[in-house]
């Protein structure tokens, strides 16, 4: 696929995974829309999903934000820029066949910036490693990252955004 094919592969299973959950689902089409992909609705409960999709075992989240390799900074800016109301979505296709269900994570942006400052022994990344383990060579030596258990995509994480007031209004 390429990345055309990657990001309406991932909204589209995004959008698939919430109605499963018995959401409604409304989708926004169009080149850059602001900050949400689509809204996610329960009840008198919304939630404004970003969706994320790749192919190769990462997400590039916050490389626009990088100056003087300061990638705590980074974070920082990319999280500033979210807001408080919003979940990311993220859809992984490596090592998925054609016909097969690609993995899925749910996260705050708060909870991302956590992971990215932990990244590569606390230097921080741009990058979110879906699994990465750090060769000898790399800051992160010896070290292996990855994506929480937790944040998988499951009725029980997803309702507990629901629950949130700080995600779902």
Known sequence: MNSY??????????????????????????????RYDLLSVRGDKVIKVSVKGSQDGSWGLTQKFIKNADYQRAIDDWLAEQGRRLLF??????????????????????????RLRATARGRGETILYEHKEWTARAHGSGTIDAIPEAWRFTEERLNSFFQDDEVAS
């Open 5 to 34: 094919h990657v990001k309406v592969a991932a909204e589209a299973y995004a959008a698939a995974l919430f109605a499963h959950a018995g959401c409604d689902v409304s989708v926004q089409y169009g080149a850059n829309q602001p």
């Open 89 to 114: 979505c993220l859809i992984q296709f490596k090592g998925v066949a054609l016909g097969e269900c690609p993995r899925a994570y749910l996260a705050k942006p708060i909870e991302i910036a956590q």
